[in-house]
Nanobody, 112 residues
Framework: QVQLVESGGGLVQPGGSLRLSCAASGSIFSLAIMGWYRQAPGKQRELVGIISSGGHINYADSVKGRFTISRDNAKNTVYLQMNSLKPEDTAVYYC??????WGQGTQVTVSS
């Protein structure tokens, strides 16, 4: 029904920035509540933030002030702008549609 494809992951140094994108297809994207999750080795998958169809956003405490979620409904895309990255941000980042759909994930590695 819904396909989500993440992009933009990679290797970045501590203090650096990275922007992730999630392109959606197969549904009415403008009505969807979307989220970003991440999972580090040996840890549970955790919520990074969510954004409603109207642009209301909630963030996990661990990323508040550093990460920004946005969406462009005309492009069926949600974004995660990550600034002031820390090694503990290293994880696979997943796009999520609250109707039950996940992207395949994109690796973010923060290291010197």
């Amino acid at each position: 029904q819904v396909q989500l494809v993440e992009s933009g992951g990679g290797l970045v140094q501590p203090g650096g920035s990275l922007r992730l994108s999630c392109a959606a297809s197969g549904s009415i994207f403008s009505l969807a509540i979307m989220g970003w999750y991440r999972q580090a080795p040996g840890k549970q998958r955790e919520l990074v933030g969510i954004i409603s169809s109207g642009g209301h956003i909630n963030y996990a405490d661990s990323v508040k002030g550093r990460f920004t979620i946005s969406r462009d409904n005309a492009k069926n895309t949600v974004y995660l702008q990550m600034n002031s990255l820390k090694p503990e941000d290293t994880a696979v980042y997943y796009c999520y549609d609250v109707r039950g759909y996940w992207g395949q994930g994109t690796q973010v590695t923060v290291s010197s």
